[in-house]
C-alpha cells in the first residue's frame, strides 16, 4: 500500500538551531515527492519538489531535502531555523493523480 | 497570477444542513484536486477532475458527497445532509502537469 509516515508529530527547536523533518515512504514506482508548509491561517504551500536527478534538491525559504532511495527517505533540512519557520509541515508522495501524504510534523520555534 | 482560492474560509452548519464549498483553480488549470483534512488526522485525497471529468474520485466517503466542475473552470463540493464527521478543512489544488498548487482550505464545521 502506498503511504507516508513522518514520526515525529511534534517538535522544538531553538532559533539559530539546524533543523531535519523526517519522511519514509511506501510507493510502488519511481516516487515524485514534496514538502508542503503550512503556517497558522495559511493554505498549503509548496517548499521543494522531487521528480528526478540530483537527489538534493533545494527549495524555498533556505530548505532542502535529499532524496535515499535505499531507505526510502526524503528527509527536509535547514542549517538555521528562523522563528517564522514555526509551522506545520507535511511530506507527500504522488503527482499527476493524487498525493498521499503524511500526517505533519508541527514545528515550534523558541527564541 | 492568482492562486487557488476558496470560498467560503469557513463554514458552520447544524447536522443535516447542506453546505457547498467552491473553488477557483489557478488559470488554465486542466486538474483540480479535493482534499480533506479531519481533525489529527492525514490530509486524503477525495478527487481529481481533469477539465470537467471526474478522472478519480474513490476517496469521497460516501454519496453525501458530490462534486462538480462546471465548463471545466471551477468546482464545488456539496456535503448533503452533513453529519458531524464531515467536520473539517477542505483543500482544493490544481495543476498542469505533477505540481499541484492548494487553496488556503475552507475548515467546516457541522454542530
Known amino acids: 500500500a502506498q503511504s507516508v509516515t513522518q514520526p515525529d508529530i511534534h517538535i522544538t527547536v531553538s532559533e539559530g538551531a539546524s533543523l531535519e523533518l523526517r519522511c519514509n515512504y511506501s510507493?510502488?514506482?519511481?516516487?515524485?515527492l514534496f514538502w508542503y508548509v503550512q503556517s497558522p491561517g495559511q493554505g498549503l504551500q509548496l517548499l521543494l519538489k522531487?521528480?528526478?536527478?540530483?537527489?538534493l534538491v533545494q527549495g524555498i525559504k533556505g530548505f532542502e531535502a535529499e532524496f535515499k532511495r535505499s531507505q526510502s527517505s526524503f528527509n527536509l533540512r535547514k542549517p538555521s531555523v528562523h522563528w517564522s519557520d514555526a509551522a506545520e509541515y507535511f511530506c507527500?508522495?504522488?503527482?499527476?493523480?493524487?498525493?498521499?501524504f503524511g500526517a505533519g510534523t508541527r514545528l515550534a520555534v523558541h527564541p | 497570477e492568482a492562486g487557488v482560492t476558496q470560498f467560503p474560509s469557513h463554514s458552520v452548519i447544524e447536522k443535516g444542513q447542506t453546505v457547498t464549498l467552491r473553488c477557483d483553480p489557478i488559470?488554465?488549470?486542466?486538474?483540480l484536486y479535493w482534499y480533506r483534512r479531519v481533525m489529527g488526522k492525514e490530509i486524503k485525497f477525495l478527487l481529481h477532475?481533469?477539465?470537467?471529468?471526474?478522472?478519480?474520485e474513490s476517496g469521497m466517503p460516501n454519496n453525501r458527497f458530490l462534486a462538480e466542475r462546471t465548463g471545466g473552470t471551477y468546482s464545488t463540493l456539496k456535503v448533503q445532509p452533513a453529519e458531524l464527521e464531515d467536520s473539517g478543512v477542505y483543500f482544493c489544488?490544481?495543476?498542469?502537469?505533477?505540481?499541484?498548487?492548494f487553496g488556503p482550505g475552507t475548515r467546516l464545521t457541522v454542530t
Open positions: 489544488a490544481s495543476s498542469q502537469r505533477n505540481e499541484q498548487y
Open positions: 510507493y510502488g514506482a519511481t516516487p515524485y
Open positions: 522531487y521528480f528526478s536527478g540530483d537527489t
Open positions: 507527500a508522495v504522488g503527482g499527476y493523480n493524487k498525493l498521499i
Open positions: 488559470s488554465g488549470h486542466d486538474n
Open positions: 477532475f481533469v477539465k470537467e471529468s471526474k478522472q478519480d
